[in-house]
């Protein structure tokens, strides 16, 4: 992956990409097992593009492969949203303009900064599982140690993102569409980050089907 806007075009390279792309997010629409499954499927591409395969893996429920990303997703996110939520919770509770917008204030700042660190979360849960998504000063460490690359990689996943709630648009079918082709930009995202750190260093940890 040469640069970061391959992982744009990439997805629609494969000739297979409606197929998959719809049968993925139909899954998807499964509460929490959808979830997990469609973390697995963004990393078996991420396996396809390291390896240099413009394709997209098959649809399906890829549930050992996904956990573990999923787990960490949550972890940092629910970890990163309660000093917002919590400080706007007050400020609805004492009816206090003030601190309930300096909570909105800091959950944004925080979204922000969790969008900074996420390709390095994902980089690191792909090659080492939890202990690799847990590892705090591991993460922060690969952040900062490409901390353009980061900012880039963590700006396109927000694009990406709002991407995939354009779906919502077509009376929310179309989510069935975008949120699945989001997730293959955030893969490609994800490569090319990896690349820019000097290559893949290690092989995903070994799961079952």
């Known amino acids: 992956m040469s640069s970061v806007g391959d992982g744009f075009a990439w997805p629609f390279q494969d000739q297979g990409w409606f197929g998959k792309v719809l049968l993925q997010g139909l899954i998807a629409i499964i509460p929490i097992v959808g979830w997990i499954a469609l973390a697995g499927w963004m990393m078996l591409t991420i396996d396809n593009y390291r390896a240099g395969r413009r394709e997209l893996p098959p649809a399906g429920f890829h549930l050992a492969r996904g956990a573990p990303l999923f787990l960490v997703g949550l972890v940092w ?45 994902i980089v690191h849960t792909y090659e080492r599982g939890l202990s690799g998504g847990f590892d705090v000063s591991a993460v922060w460490e690969t952040a900062m140690a490409n901390a353009n690359n980061s900012l880039i990689a963590g700006l396109v996943i927000i694009a990406a993102d709002l991407i995939g709630g354009l779906g919502i648009i077509l009376c929310c079918v179309g989510l069935l569409f975008t949120i699945p082709y989001a997730v293959a930009i955030t893969a490609g995202v994800v490569t090319w980050y990896e690349q820019m750190m000097g290559g893949p260093r290690t092989a995903p940890p070994p799961t079952t089907a």
Do not use: C, H
């Open 77 to 121: 996110s629910v970890v990163f949203g309660l000093p917002g939520s919590a400080l706007s919770s007050a400020g609805v509770r004492a009816d206090a303009t003030g601190l309930t917008s300096l909570g909105d204030l800091v959950n944004f700042a925080l979204r922000l900064l969790l969008s900074f660190l996420t390709p390095a979360i």
